[in-house]
């Protein structure tokens, strides 16, 4: 290699561009010869006299000399160093991580160089440090709550779960492959479904939740998990990527059961002191109306209408605890929609004549009878008028409507339509969980229980229904439910 002065100084200047990093040349036993002011500044020093004369080797850590060292003797019959990581030392005594490159070169009086190239790669070394050290503690943060997440290049078709995905679904990450089919491989067959739908309802809405049970090859043992997920699209809203997580809720599950439990048992009881309660001041008020003084009645009124709050309230607790033990008898029978309706409706005749709302009924000729339970369809209606009469305000509308669904067969669409207080926008993703009443609604209306839309939801998952909404703010709500002509196979009711 025969490099005149003028080209040596010139890749060395090239270098320095390309290249930020510390450039010196050494001679063949390691001595430094000549340094670039980025070495000064890597190693600490002020001038190049700290440096130059002296061996390399005196500002390599004492672990890595003999490495560097090799290196430097075996540069003559490997004819390059190439990617060296070593640690070096600064002025203040500082480790630094770099990597060395170098070659031999031939210096204008003819003898042979070594141009080395110095990297300080410690700044690398901190993020990546710091990266591993964040993995670590979501790892361990993940197995304590039993929180899992996973990723899937649908483009690709390639997933990536975290340690506590396997663990959750008992599998071992160095020795299977996840896809699709591993997700719901030994989900509980009656759930199975519930997640394929869960997959393309994420697909084309963006997002979905499930709850599902898994059943644990191993032993046969049934968990309950949470899943929700995020779809990501491109410019042409093709979805390119699905993350979503994954977490145990069996101890809540079981929590849950034991609540329901307690609380059916107690509403169980509570019955009977309620109805006698209530049935004698019922009497009091027919029979003994004459005997009593005003202020007497309307202490006795009060207590009426305490009772029957409390009755109602006891009756939707113990719908609930049925409907979700699976202990809630289904006896399917042909019915009239319309029939049912009007007469659910007569119960409300005072209600909206005291406040002047206006009730249109609109049925479509010729519907079928449905085939389901007698007491949970007067339910559902009782549920989804009483809502509409209590949120609507004096001399508002209420339009019920009972048609076949055009988009499905052989199901019929009802629809109630109000012009009232209308369901807040940002609390409209809750207002079908348990016990949950929408701000404006406690506000304006005392005495709620927040089980009706739950209730509807719960029996409708016995019927294969469906119930959605559309509402606005101080103009009005419309439930619509899609409901089968008959129940297509015995439903279980799933917790939400």
Known sequence: MTDTPQLLESSLQKIVILFPEAVLILDTNGIILRVDKQTLKMFGRESENELIGKSCLEF??????????????????????????????????????????????????????????????????????????????????????????????????????????????????????????????HVHADDKEKVKNFISQSLGEGSAKVDFRFVVPQNGTVHWYHSKSKTFYNTNHEPLRMVGTVHDVTHEKELDQVKTQFLSVASHQMRGPLTTINWNAEMLLQSQADGLSEMQKKYIQELYNASKRTVHLTNDILTVSELELGRMPFKPEKLSLPKIAKRVLEDYDHKLADNKINFKEVY???????????????????????????????????????????????????????????????????????????????????????????????????????????????????????IPFAPKTEATIVIP
């Open 364 to 482: 479509s000729g010729d519907l079928p009878e449905i085939v389901t339970d007698l007491f949970l369809l007067k339910t559902v209606f009782n549920e989804l008028i009483s809502n509409a009469i209590n949120y609507t305000p004096p001399e508002g509308t209420i339009t019920m409507t009972i048609s076949t669904d055009p988009t499905r067969t052989n199901t019929f669409l009802i629809a109630i339509a109000d012009t009232g207080y209308g369901i807040p926008k940002d609390e409209q993703e809750k207002i079908f969980s348990k016990m949950y009443r929408a701000t404006n609604a406690k506000t304006k209306v005392m005495g709620g229980t927040g089980l009706g839309l739950y209730i509807i939801k719960l029996i409708l998952q016995l019927n294969g229904g469906e119930i959605w909404f559309t509402s606005e703010e101080n103009k009005g709500t419309t439930f619509n439910i899609s």
């Open 60 to 185: 390599i850590a004492e672990q890595d000399k003999l490495t560097v060292d090799e290196a430097i003797k075996n540069i003559f019959n490997e004819g390059s160093i190439v990617g060296l990581q070593c640690n070096a030392v600064n002025k203040n005594g500082d480790f630094l991580r770099v990597t060395v490159n170098g070659s031999i070169i031939s210096s204008e009086q003819g003898t042979k160089e070594i141009i080395t190239v110095v990297h300080d790669i410690t700044p690398h070394l901190s993020e990546l440090e710091q990266a591993k050290e964040e993995k670590r503690q979501l790892a361990e943060a993940q197995q304590i709550a039993h929180f899992g997440s996973w990723e899937w290049d649908i483009s690709s078709d390639s997933f990536r779960w975290t340690d506590e995905m396997y663990r959750l679904f008992t599998l071992s990450p160095h020795d299977s492959t996840v896809n699709q089919e591993t997700l719901i491989e």
